[in-house]
């Protein structure tokens, strides 16, 4: 059984999503979600769906190693970036070289970088007057949204939209993709 860690920072919808895929599955399930927000409702509904889940701050993440160790620890095979809005450190990157993964909400490389995160994503394409956006799936390196690219989805941008609408449409590639995603992946490790 292969192990799956996620990290996010918000809602927690894929998360959930992915939580619930894989626990049927026989190859893999999620057994940790990490949160850097304390308030975060992933946290509420990882504990919900019986997976252990935790905060950690600046310092455990970036300077004394904790969540490395906690991943460790947990036998971890692939790191999950759901929604999660810090720059990982290069530690943790080197530890879990192709075997930590981001989805993003938008077609790579455009609209991704520093601070290009869920609703500010979709207001950048909409400003844009792209007729299309979708989701990339990559692997985590050193820079924001610049790993190799595993996989993209697109979705039309329709007349009308605003940032909500075009959100649930991306979401509803997010959902649909990203487990199918993971578990080939995992198939492969
Ligand atoms: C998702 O749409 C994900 O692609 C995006 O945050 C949302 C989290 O939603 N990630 C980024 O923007 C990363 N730059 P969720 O918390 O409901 O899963």
Not at 6 to 34: C, H, M, P, Q
Not at 89 to 116: D, S
Not at 162 to 189: G, M
Request: glycine share 8%; charged share 20%.
């Amino acid at each position: 059984m292969k192990h799956i860690a996620i990290l996010a920072s918000g809602t927690g919808t894929n998360a959930e999503n992915i939580i619930r895929y894989f626990s049927n599955d026989k190859k893999a399930k999620v057994t940790l979600v990490l949160s850097n927000k304390p308030q975060a409702m992933v946290l509420e509904r990882a504990a919900a769906l019986g997976v252990d889940a935790f905060f950690f701050d600046r310092d455990q993440f970036y300077n004394t190693g904790e969540v490395l160790m906690m991943l460790r620890r947990r036998e971890t095979d692939l790191v999950v970036l759901a929604g999660f809005l810090w720059l990982v450190p290069v530690e943790l990157i080197h530890a879990f070289r192709g075997r930590i993964i981001n989805i993003h909400p938008a077609l790579l490389p455009q609209f991704g970088g520093k601070g290009m995160y869920g609703e500010k994503v979709h207001r950048a394409v909409l400003e844009s007057g792209c007729t299309e956006s979708g989701i990339t799936i990559h692997y985590v390196n050193e820079y924001y949204d610049a790993g190799d690219i595993i996989f993209q989805a697109r979705c039309p941008v329709l007349p009308g939209d605003d940032a909500d609408t075009l959100a649930q449409r991306v979401h509803a590639l997010e959902y649909e993709h990203f487990p199918k995603v993971i578990s080939q992946l995992i198939s492969n490790l």
